[in-house]
């Protein structure tokens, strides 16, 4: 069987708790500058502001094709759930993506493979893209152990989220590796490219658009090493730094 054709890329970056409010308002203006570039018709842009800043966000975006993501959700709609944030409250906020189990979120608040994929489920149910977040906790020293490790971890982590959405349902799928956030420089290439080859194959029998995006101390430079695996990129710090976001972008979008 000839390889099945990839789909759109796309580049995202969250803001995590990095920025005060009025900064997460400017990127998401300097963002809104970006717009309209040649890239424009090539891949999909995203950001993931916090949730505090979300409409005012929507409302800056609004011309734009720049789509806007909430970084979690409950996997319930309404009800007796204090502090926790609707999916539907989401969506109705102008969020078209939602981010579900970041390491962060793993490691400090208690996230799970299962809470993931109700959260997952609630977000399709709700009309939002799951943006499920996924990869090995530790790096193996030699090469190809450390391939093998890496998906036979992230295999589970993918298909408890694949079997809580509808087939149809468009995923997007971060892969990265924990080791990798917050790091100095992004993961090995032939390491990203070897596992996200073998993790595509999960999705292999989808009706629904699975796009597999690398995250981890991604940046400039980054998506030409691991495009052969990779749909484009998930960054945090290295893009909060507009001007390396509009490199990124070009890059991806081969500008
Ligand atoms: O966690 C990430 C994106 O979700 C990546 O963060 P850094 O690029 O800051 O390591």
């Known amino acids: 069987m000839p390889p099945l054709p990839r789909p759109r890329r796309i580049v995202g970056v969250s803001t995590k708790m990095y920025f005060d409010l009025q900064s997460t308002l400017s990127y998401v203006r300097g963002m ?4 309209g570039d040649a890239w424009n018709a090539r891949i999909d842009l995203f950001v993931i502001p916090d949730f505090v800043t979300l409409m005012a966000s929507a409302e800056i975006l609004q011309p734009s094709s720049i789509m806007l993501g909430a970084q979690d959700i409950f996997w319930e709609d309404k009800g007796a759930y204090t502090g926790e944030v ?4 989401v969506r109705q906020a102008g969020a078209k993506i939602v981010e ?3 390491a962060e979120r793993r490691a400090m608040f208690g996230e799970t493979d299962e809470t993931a994929a109700k959260k997952a489920g609630a977000a399709a149910r709700n009309g939002l893209i799951p943006l499920v977040c996924i990869g090995e906790k530790t790096h193996h020293s030699v090469a190809s152990a450390a391939v093998g490790a890496a998906i036979q971890e992230c295999t589970p982590q993918v298909n408890s989220v694949l079997a809580a959405v509808p087939d149809d349902a468009e ?3 971060a892969y990265e590796p924990v080791w990798a956030i917050g790091a100095a420089q992004p993961a090995d290439p032939d390491h990203v490219v070897n596992v996200t080859k073998e993790l595509r194959k999960l999705a292999a029998g989808r009706s629904g658009v699975t796009r597999i995006l690398y995250g981890g101390s991604a940046g400039p430079g980054t998506f030409a090493k691991i495009a052969e695996g990779v749909d484009g990129l998930f960054l945090g710090r290295f ?3 507009i001007h390396n976001l509009k490199k ?3 890059e991806v979008g081969g500008a």
């Open 86 to 89: 609707s999916p539907l409250v």
């Open 239 to 241: 893009a909060h730094d």
């Open 248 to 250: 990124v972008i070009e």
């Open 100 to 102: 579900l189990g970041h």
């Open 171 to 173: 995923v997007i799928l």
């Open 32 to 35: 809104l500058q970006l717009d």
